[in-house]
């Protein structure tokens, strides 16, 4: 049996959901779904609590989609208030620039995860 190897095989799904577009919405369904866990603060990079959290709701939005539906599964950032701005603080940057750091970060490390997220 072979190795897993998971960069290779990761990456290459990844692209393939990307190029083909398999998690767009499509207009032409009447069974809407709208599967919305959370807006993350973008205040560092995820951790395994995000990972618990997107997964399920992940799972949710698949069986969904599986099941006929027309699914919505978004991903927001809630960039305001003391969390982003203490972390801001903390590491002597503008809120601003480390909010957008961390957004470009956090997205990368949500794309890696192969979550359905549009």
Known sequence: M??????LIENKWQ????RKKIFKNNKNNNKKFYCLEMFLYPSGNIHMGHVRNYT????????????GYNVLHPMGWDAFGLPAENAAIQNKLHPEDWTLKNISTMKSQLQRLGLSID
Request: proline letters at 0%; hydrophobic letters at 35%; zero cysteines.
């Open 2 to 7: 072979e190795n897993y190897n998971s960069t």
């Open 15 to 18: 692209y393939f959901f990307e």
């Open 56 to 67: 399920l709701g992940d799972v949710i939005a698949n069986f969904k989609r599986l099941n």
